[in-house]
């Protein structure tokens, strides 16, 4: 059995996937909602498997209300505007249903939401970052720390280091919180990469990362648990 909820503003809409789920044996309702902000805190809190989300949406869009989310379940986008599949991928969604769709539709978006569920995947979160015009999806286990000067951020693996233009404080939004540590106005650091701390120093392999002032306290607390 898959718990899903539903986030999509149009009544009819949200009608239209209730009867969907209803008539679909492996599915059940959790909640439907109208608007992102209200599903915010049962999405994080309590056991979601399957989230139907509207693009399109007042006040928080879908789009950015997957982008709040350390942990998002699987996700199958609904919009009747085509134009937000690409940036539906890079946020690796299940699938993106165009409205409106035909219960045949659902049911193999739904056949795809099993399909990951029964093969563990994905078995990490992953990020897709865009950089030198070109889509990486990068495992969170191989980021070792990112670096944010200006307006662009370079990310650090033990293969690669890839710049892109993003604030650090929405990268670090994206990561899942208990493996990485705001350590500094400029860095964020994965914990499990730490070599050893010296003073205000963390080591990385080569690198040297300063801790900061403001941060210290959460980190060491996040690094001596």
Request: charged share 25%; net charge negative.
């Amino acid at each position: 059995m898959m718990r899903c909820v539903i986030i999509d503003d149009e009544p009819a809409a949200r009608s239209v996937l209730e009867q969907y789920i209803a008539d679909t044996p492996e599915l059940e309702l959790t909640a439907s909602f109208k608007n992102a902000l209200e599903a915010r805190i049962v999405v994080k809190e309590k056991e979601v498997d399957l989230l139907f989300l509207d693009v399109n949406m007042p006040r928080l869009s879908g789009i950015e209300f997957l982008k709040t989310l350390n942990n998002a379940p699987q996700v199958i986008l609904t919009t009747a505007y085509s134009e937000y599949a690409l940036e539906g991928y890079e946020l690796d969604v299940v699938d993106y249903l165009l409205k409106p769709f035909s219960f045949e539709r659902f049911l193999k978006a739904i056949d795809k939401a099993w399909g990951k569920q029964e093969a563990g995947e994905p078995t990490e979160q992953v990020v897709t970052i865009k950089a030198d015009g070109k889509l990486y999806r990068i495992g969170v286990s191989e980021i070792m720390f990112a670096e944010s000067k200006g307006d662009y951020i370079t990310v650090y693996t033990k293969e690669r280091r890839l710049t892109f233009n993003q604030t650090l404080k929405d990268f670090c939004n994206q990561l899942p919180e208990p493996m990485f540590s705001r350590v500094h106005k400029s860095y964020i650091v994965s914990l499990s990469s730490i070599e050893y701390l010296e003073g205000n120093l963390i080591k990385l392999g080569e690198h040297s990362i300063p801790v900061g002032k403001a941060y210290k306290e959460a980190f060491m607390g996040k690094y001596t648990s």
